[in-house]
């Protein structure tokens, strides 16, 4: 189901879907945060892997730009929201908002003690990290300044390999992840 096609911000519509820079198909709404790496995003509607290959339930980029079409016909708030009646490209991964309760030091020792833990005590410390709502920047297949560092000599042709994982909140990035041309 598609929902709400726009919300009201400080009397402007908003778009209530974006894509991230993964692919994926983010709800956004007013409830989310307005500062975040993907502003307003609330919830994950469709992975990029499942956009492209649909589940007959699958919410899915065309069916969402008919809806568009066809509501801006009625509604001139979908075509302010929507630019070009298309989906907005946020430029950097979802990771679900979560307030980070953690002191900022604590958070950044841990990411750093993470590449020497192994089994459990690594599964330990990615749980806690979540749990404060830190958690690793997905992999994405094109280099994004925002997210990523290179390594070695620094060529950042696509696709790129990790290297090194980072970490980042819905509001910040902790650590780039490293990366090199794969």
């Not at 198909?25 to 892997?49: N, Q, T």
């Not at 094109?142 to 390999?161: C, N, R, Y």
């Amino acid at each position: 189901m598609i929902g709400e096609l726009t919300f009201q911000w400080a009397g402007t519509p908003r778009p209530a879907y974006c894509l991230d820079l993964a692919g994926n198909l983010i709800r956004c709404a007013a409830a989310g945060p307005e500062k975040g790496l993907v502003a307003f995003g609330v919830e994950l509607v469709s992975s990029a892997s499942e956009l492209a290959c649909p589940y007959p339930w699958t919410l899915d980029t065309e069916a969402l730009l008919l809806r568009l079409a066809l509501v801006a016909e009625s509604q001139s708030s979908v075509s302010a929201a929507y630019p070009g009646l298309q989906l907005q490209k946020a430029p950097y991964p979802f990771v679900p908002h979560l307030a980070v309760t953690e002191d900022e030091q604590l958070i950044m020792k841990a990411i750093e003690l993470f590449p020497t833990l192994s089994g459990a005590n690594s599964v330990a410390v990615r749980e806690q990290l979540e749990a404060n709502g830190v958690f690793m920047i997905p992999e994405v297949d094109i280099f994004s300044p925002g997210i990523h560092e290179t390594a070695g000599d620094g060529l950042t042709v696509p696709p790129v390999k990790t290297m090194a994982v980072g970490w980042m909140s819905s509001m910040k990035v902790y650590r780039k992840s490293l990366v090199r041309s794969a």
